[in-house]
């Protein structure tokens, strides 16, 4: 059995006008319902909940302001995960809605949580139906593509593939619409990019992603060990059966633990201390735990069990980890070994301040 993450964005979804094209969704679902006719497990990240709530409130683009997406989406998204309820439902199959904001896989317990609703889901054999819960995400937490939202759910679901459907059919070496640009058949790391333009937004007035979010999400899932393929919605069928076509990112890591990816791509760090220049080549180069000896400065208000960054001298963060104290607490041991500390305070201040198994260098 293969578990598939499918990512579908909002301009493979809608039609010209700007409203949701039921035929489009009606196919992909289809798509859908044969992989897992096959046996496969698929889990849908789809856009499309703004898209769908643009024509009934009379708006011809997608808005720009907040407030008016957010309305948008309250409207849309129940249109849409009717249709593709009612699809599924012709297959013989049930969907469940999903809605997650960043804060949901930026907290642990969220990220806990969101993981057993997953799992629970898949073992019903339904269809789960991921959307960023843009009726509520503010600016400050929210993921701002369904790109990068599909790598982090591939991980958090363990998926062995993940399928970006676009409005496109795969990463080209320019602009698609110049005669001599090429599909890219295979993407095996940054050496395969390097010579790319992929620096362009969307060609979709409805979209908000383009070829640089595909690319950010393809080296996050190839870097936590899951193959992604880059494709158009028109090719989805060939591409559940992992057929010859679009852009295959191959996989340039392995799958790491949870929170490591967490706190690479899903945190939002709450403060950060600064590092004297033997601590930065202890964490960086000897992947060593930080201590409160290391350590020059805190900024920031935090505690423990929180994302922080981790600074040089120089300014430039190197590291990112989960921190052992609060805010209030490190400024009276910077500087200080572990065994000063632990005989003037007591044997709990005998820690590190970042465990080496906490910590992801940047």
């Not at 640089?212 to 996050?220: F, L, P, S």
């Not at 010859?244 to 949870?258: E, K, L, S």
């Amino acid at each position: 059995m293969t578990r598939i993450v499918v990512k579908v964005g909002s301009s493979s979804l809608s039609s010209a006008s700007g409203g949701l094209d039921g035929e489009r969704v009606d196919a992909l679902v289809d798509a859908l319902a044969a992989a897992r006719e096959r046996g496969d497990e698929i889990v849908l990240v789809s856009s499309g909940a703004i898209a769908a709530g643009l024509a009934p409130l009379g708006l011809t683009r997608r808005p720009r302001d907040l407030a008016t997406q957010q309305a948008a989406a309250s409207v849309g998204q129940g249109a849409l995960i009717a249709r593709y309820a009612e699809r599924f439902s012709s297959h013989g199959l049930v969907v469940g809605q999903v809605l997650l904001t960043a804060d949901d896989v930026t907290r642990r317990s969220h990220y806990r949580n969101a993981f057993q609703t997953f799992a629970r889901l898949l073992e019903f054999g339904v269809v789960p139906i991921v959307n960023e819960n843009d009726t509520v995400a503010t600016s400050e937490i929210r993921f701002g593509d369904n790109d990068r939202l599909a790598a982090l759910v591939s991980h958090l679901v363990h998926a062995d593939r993940l399928v970006l459907l676009s409005d496109v059919d795969g990463l080209y070496s320019g602009d698609p619409r110049l005669p001599d640009s090429h599909i890219i058949s295979d993407v095996h790391g940054e050496d395969d990019l390097a010579a790319l333009d992929i620096a362009r937004p969307s060609a979709s007035a409805i979209g908000t992603g383009g070829m640089v979010t595909k690319v950010e999400a393809a080296r996050i899932a190839t870097g936590a060990g899951i193959p992604v393929l880059l494709t158009s919605a028109a090719h989805a069928a060939a591409a559940l059966e992992d057929g010859p076509v679009g852009t295959r990112f191959h996989a340039t890591g392995r799958r790491r633990p949870t929170r490591l990816l967490w706190l690479a791509h899903a945190s939002h760090t709450q403060g950060r201390v600064s590092l004297d220049a033997g601590a930065v080549r202890a964490v960086g180069l000897r992947k060593a735990s930080l201590l409160p000896a290391g350590i020059t400065a805190v900024s920031g208000t935090f505690s423990a069990g929180d994302p922080i960054d981790m600074v040089g001298p120089d300014g430039v963060v190197i590291a990112r980890g989960i921190i052992n104290y609060d805010s209030a607490e490190l400024p009276e041991l910077m500087g200080r070994s572990t065994h000063e500390l632990a005989a003037e305070l007591g044997a709990e201040y005998e820690r590190e301040v970042v465990h080496r198994d906490d910590l992801i260098l940047v």
